[in-house]
């Protein structure tokens, strides 16, 4: 039995948009948890990074409470939503932000172009402990199931353990398994995007381009990567860092001290 | 005398779009180097970090030729102007990405939301060495003549020297100096950004919300950070990296094997 002493704040965003499934599901669990704040971008923001609107002013709507948790919507990005959120929604600083639940994978390099991370690293940035998470399909009415009960656990660890400073989560959960075979702290796989434009023509014949490509794994058979995880049943935690200076500042004796 | 023996290519973009005076100087200085091609977005983008676009398409222009460089703009972010460049538009993978000149300092925490650095991470993640310059002044109009040798000294000794696979370089310059004082390999300062949010209200009396703050030094006497360099008339190179994965992965013993 949970003793109501002072329920944490959570502060939920993600990077699908405010009507996603994946959303209500993790507000739905969260709520058992603790008081919920979810603060999502009012369209699809897939792929914005960390992308933050400084040119442009934005609006915020707050909708009807779902489940308990008080629901807005703000017309930037997921980035934006968590700086709205803590800055200008919330009564106190949240004790933990959580994001997605993410309709897609966010392993390998997508952890760089992922909006659903981009509001993790954002909540890591004013030092909350921060999580993300992803199922790896892409369909909007995807069984986010087995996903519920490792959210819960995870949300309630971290409350409990901390994270480091300036690292956050990164947890992807294979698709269209009944039961994971259990979780894997790992790290990022080597691979990169192989990426084409298709083309197209507009009505008056002028071409337009759509981004298609292909993840190609660069090690397939690293059974320390998030993606030998996924296919092989395991939910991947990584632990991912704001941090951006690559350490090794000695090999670059070839930059003068003077031009 | 510079020999005529293979000319590199040089693909460049920005995050400040296609019309600004940065891109202009840069294209200026790197067309004494090699062959440039420059695809730019067609409106500003700062702050887009490595937001790419994936739920619509992108149209692209080709523009007048500028001190012989081809010209390009794309309706979309810095990280759709590197791929568009490397997937579409170039007749071979170039030699160097440049990205900038920023008008205004990507120092700091600035990197992680710097649309100048988002197009030098592109750069990086397709295996291309790659960098970013930025000057720490807003000004439409700033000054980038101090700018202009030390980009073309460092950019012809990164073709030269090549940098670590994931590595990029994210070079500062302070405006408003005469001359620089030197340049340093040197590692992001400490720092966050103390947002709020201004509220203004629309002509039918709903608010609408524009970000602001400013930046707080969490390290002002460390000699050895970006910010420091700036401040003191020194050009900042900090190497970046695209790798996310926290290394101590053993401080995560507490994340259960199996929920």
Request: negative net charge.
């Given at each position: 039995m949970t003793e109501k002493i002072s329920r944490p704040l959570i502060l939920v965003s993600n990077d699908?948009?405010?009507?996603?499934k994946g959303v209500h599901e993790l507000v739905k669990t969260l709520q058992k948890i603790g008081d919920v704040v979810c603060v999502c971008p009012d369209s699809p923001q897939s792929g914005m990074s960390m992308a933050l609107t400084v040119n442009s002013s934005l609006k915020v709507q707050r909708l009807e409470d779902y489940e308990g948790a008080r629901m807005y919507k703000v017309t930037g990005t997921p980035v934006d939503c968590i700086k709205m959120g803590v800055?200008?929604?919330?009564?106190r600083k949240p004790d933990i932000v959580v994001s997605g639940i993410n309709h897609g994978s966010n392993a390998a390099i997508n952890v760089v172009y992922s909006g659903t991370m981009g509001a993790a690293f954002e909540g890591c940035a004013y030092g909350i402990p921060s999580v993300g998470f992803s199922l790896t399909?892409?369909?909007?009415?995807?069984?986010?199931t087995p996903c519920l009960p490792v959210i819960e656990e995870l949300v309630c660890r971290i409350l409990k353990n901390g994270l480091p400073e300036g690292v956050c989560l990164n947890v992807n959960m294979p698709a269209?398994?009944?039961?994971?075979n259990g979780l894997k702290v790992t790290k990022s796989c080597k691979g990169r995007w192989n990426d084409r434009y298709v083309e197209y023509r507009d009505p008056a014949n002028r071409p337009f381009y759509w981004l298609a490509g292909e993840f190609v794994n660069?090690?397939?058979?690293?059974?320390?990567t998030d993606e030998w995880c996924l296919t092989h049943g395991y939910v991947s935690v990584v632990p991912v860092m704001l941090e951006r200076t690559y350490p090794e500042l000695s090999e670059f004796s070839w930059i003068p001290e003077k031009i």
């Open positions: 699908d948009g405010i009507t996603a800055d200008n929604l919330l009564e399909s892409h369909d909007e009415d995807a069984d986010f269209n398994v009944k039961e994971f660069e090690e397939p058979d690293n059974k320390d």
